[in-house]
């Protein structure tokens, strides 16, 4: 195989750019290389926040509540950092798929910049009016001190965390998926190390958690000085500085499918906050903490590892129309997917009373309705793991409408009616039972969709059969 140098590769034309590792190498190999990386990445970003939720949960549940509801920032700023990264991610990894390095490498430049200007923007706005925000997201007078103490932090971080993001999906899309990983580790291990100290020798409670959550999030955002320095292929020129709206439309657009399920899950956090705080109190709020904070954003970390380590495959392989290699890619991602959080759920129900005992802080109380809420919670997450595997499929290869329709469905038409239908009927218990009760409806339309995909793909293929043979004759 020709070695293709960096340096020559805007030169190019797409039949030699087809030697990169993603349009040959074995799907395979590639898949479970760029999702462990990727997973390992996400798991590092969780690990601090086990160390986090066990200080946190020594503190009493105002703390936790306050703690839960500042974490909302957080949420907002992946959701931003998911529709800039994922979009220009699918984007890019078609462009480079087609052959047009010198688009690729723009988009990559405009994007970063775009990804700047507006997580800024929107922390100016946070910082200044985070008392009546943090209202918004749910907190009542007794949590509202430390909501306000987390959030302060937290805004100001926000940049950084939508950078990491975005960085994070560029490193996998220029096949470095172990820089994103170490990225990840390093910060990890910095935001444990520093929260530790904060608590133990400084007696800091929820600064201290805010400081852990920010490092964590943002240490990533380092890798800038990779793509400004190194040679790859991606780097961005000073003239990439000057975004064209054309292509900041597509990135977003493209990026839209994603955002909404963060979009969608930042808006039912905030919904179920307030519901919990007002059907049952502090104890359930605390409950969701533990549950958004800690547990099932563990498991949704995992899927995101999935989801973020296969995107480049699906969208490299469609640009190239290699067609066999999308399907082979993401039948082998939903297989993976669906055994992998079988396997966790299964754990999860086990374990239960283990793990919850572990943020509770020995409050009987709430280890209690911990222990009834994270099965509820949890009971249908493999199902919700192949929505969100499915709507990242049809996001990687453009097909906005589809990937987006499915994301929001499981929120916006099912979610969210579902949790003030049932709480009239089931008090505070229906906000939980609505969860499981959407994830199923949701998967059932999603696979629908996915099935007739399947057929599609088919299709493609046999079509580029022809069109090979035709040029032989």
């Known amino acids: 195989m020709k070695k293709i140098d960096v340096q020559e590769q805007s030169t190019i034309d797409a039949k ?47 703390e936790m509540a306050g703690v839960g509801i500042g974490y909302t920032v957080q949420v907002l700023s992946r959701a931003i950092g998911v529709l ?27 994007s970063i910049w775009f990804g700047v200007i ?17 209202r918004f997201f749910g907190a009542n007078d007794a949590a509202l001190p430390y909501a306000m103490q987390f959030g302060n932090h937290a805004w100001v971080f926000f940049p ?29 291990i910095l935001a444990a190390t520093v929260e530790l100290i904060l608590y133990h020798n400084f007696q800091y409670g929820v600064v ?19 793509f400004l320095f190194s040679k790859t292929s991606l780097k961005p020129k000073l003239k990439d500085l000057r975004m064209k709206l054309s292509n900041m439309i597509e990135v977003n657009a493209t990026g839209f499918a994603s955002f909404s399920i963060s979009l969608t899950m930042f808006i039912s956090i905030i919904v179920i906050n307030n519901l919990l705080a007002s059907l049952g109190g502090e104890l359930h709020v605390s409950a969701f903490t533990i549950q958004n904070g800690y547990i099932t ?25 290699l067609y066999n290699r999308v399907r ?25 009373d283990s793990i919850v005992s572990f943020f509770t802080g020995g409050d009987a109380d709430l280890q209690d309705i911990g222990v009834w809420s994270t099965r509820v919670f949890n009971l249908t997450f493999p199902l919700a793991a192949i929505i969100l595997l499915i709507s990242c499929y049809f996001e990687a290869i453009e097909q906005n409408i589809k990937a987006t329709f499915i994301a929001i469905g499981r929120s916006f038409l099912f979610a969210i009616p579902l949790f003030y239908i049932l709480s009239s009927f089931l008090g505070v218990n229906g906000v939980w039972y609505s969860i499981p009760i959407a994830d199923v409806l949701a998967f059932i339309v999603a696979v629908v969709f996915m099935y007739r995909e399947f057929h599609r793909l088919r299709n493609l293929n046999e079509n580029e059969k022809y069109k090979d043979v035709q040029k032989i004759i």
């Open 160 to 188: 950084f965390q939508v950078l990491a993001v975005i960085l994070s999906v560029f490193a996998i899309l220029d096949e470095r998926p172990g820089l994103s990983t170490l990225s990840w580790f390093a910060g990890a």
């Open 118 to 134: 507006l997580s800024t923007v929107i922390a100016i706005f946070g910082y200044i009016y985070n008392e009546p925000l943090m």
């Open 16 to 62: 030699t750019l087809e030697e990169r590792e993603l349009g040959t190498k074995n799907i395979k190999s590639l898949f479970y290389r760029y999702i462990f990386l990727a997973i390992l990445g996400n798991i590092f970003l969780a690990a601090p926040s086990f160390v986090d939720g066990n200080i946190v949960g020594q503190l009493g549940t105002k």
């Open 208 to 226: 201290a958690s805010a400081w852990s959550n920010n490092i964590s999030t943002s240490f990533p955002s380092l890798l800038i000085f990779y």
């Open 328 to 352: 082979e890619a993401t039948l082998l991602g939903i297989k993976f997917t669906f055994i992998m959080t079988i396997f966790f759920t299964v754990l999860l129900f086990f374990f239960t």
């Open 84 to 110: 800039i990264g994922v979009g220009a991610g699918a984007v890019v990894a078609l462009r480079l798929g087609a052959g047009k390095i010198d688009e690729a490498r723009s988009i990559t430049g405009q």
């Open 297 to 321: 954003n563990f498991l949704v970390l995992l899927i995101m590892g999935i989801t973020t380590g296969i995107q480049p495959l699906i969208s490299y392989n469609y640009g190239a129309r």
